[in-house]
């Protein structure tokens, strides 16, 4: 995987240095070029004398005023380690990784993959024409065609049980969201957007954490911090629960205005440090999933 820089925010904190020291450069050069000409061209010799003091003096503080106004600019550009964003600053950095092509890898570990599909479906579809993108995209998702307690049904007793037929719904829903990231391929393809490669893998497990990767510079993370216990509008009653269609309640984690902390491999020794094991933790967990075509069948859901 290439290390393709994903935001024109990332690339311009990490030149700001090099800026830094051109512009202090500039400075020093121009004092040193003023006092030479003063050496050789009378009319500049006669305005410099007796003025040297002074004349230095502004040059100083110009100088301080502007290299304070590189450093506050490098500051404020450089994101902070471990900052906190909102889904909606995620998306905004989905899309400027995707509109400065080359070669994008996005990857998201979730509940269903709803916060990552449906805003990347309509970035997707708004992109400029730029042949030379290729998107790479990896989505891995609980595999809910087995049992499982979280998402799952709360009975009179108040202890979860499994939830067959809202498991049902989650399968759909997850099919449903491949089925139109994929539905982009050609389309985009049609209006010389770029390459679209879609895969979905799913793993037994229960949604608590968000990962969101962008190339490998990047790194988001939050967690499923709300429960919902909602009426159960799948007859997804289990005897386990004991309860009624009425009385039990679905146990539904929620995590879509989730805070998330973000973490750029710019930010520093921490911080790349965090994207390493990150990246790992998703990878390893990539590898070891299952296709989600194999897990649910190409005929439909096949829900235990």
């Known amino acids: 995987m290439s290390e393709a820089r994903s935001s024109l925010s990332s690339r311009v904190a990490v030149g700001w240095p090099r800026a830094e020291s051109i512009v202090t450069k ?9 006092g030479l000409v003063g050496q050789f061209v009378k009319p500049v010799g006669d305005a410099l004398e007796g003025k040297v003091y002074i004349g230095g003096a502004l040059l100083s503080l110009v100088g301080y005023v502007l290299y304070t106004e590189v450093q506050r600019l490098n500051s404020a550009l450089r994101p902070q380690a471990g900052k906190v964003v909102t889904p909606a600053g995620l998306e905004a950095e989905f899309e400027e990784a995707l509109r400065a092509g080359g070669e994008i890898h996005l990857a998201a ?25 290729t998107v790479y995209l990896r989505i891995l998702v609980p595999d809910f065609t087995k049992p499982i307690e979280v998402p799952g049904l709360v009975g009179v007793d108040g202890k979860v049980a499994d939830a067959p037929g809202f498991r049902r719904s989650l399968v759909k829903q997850i099919e449903g969201y491949e089925a139109q990231l994929k539905s982009l ?23 608590s954490l968000k990962l969101y990767l962008i190339n490998d510079d990047q790194v988001f993370e939050g967690i499923y911090d709300r429960i919902e216990l909602r009426r159960d509008e799948y007859h ?14 679905l146990l539904d984690p929620q995590g879509y205005d989730s805070l998330l902390t973000c973490w750029r491999r710019n930010d520093g020794d921490r911080a790349r440090e965090i994207i390493v094991r990150r990246r790992e933790l998703f990878d390893t967990f990539w590898k070891t999933a299952h296709e989600l075509s194999v897990s649910s069948g190409r005929n439909g859901p096949q829900v235990s």
């Open 26 to 34: 500039v400075l020093l050069l121009a004092i040193f070029v003023t």
């Open 109 to 133: 570990m979730g509940f269903t993959g709803e916060t990552f599909v449906m805003p990347l479906k309509q970035i997707l579809e708004r992109l400029p024409a730029n042949r030379r993108r």
């Open 185 to 207: 391929i050609g389309r985009m393809e049609d209006k010389d957007r770029g390459t679209l490669n879609v895969q979905f893998r799913v793993m037994h497990m229960s949604p």
């Open 236 to 249: 997804s009653l289990n005897p386990a629960a004991q309860g009624t269609a009425t009385t039990a309640r």
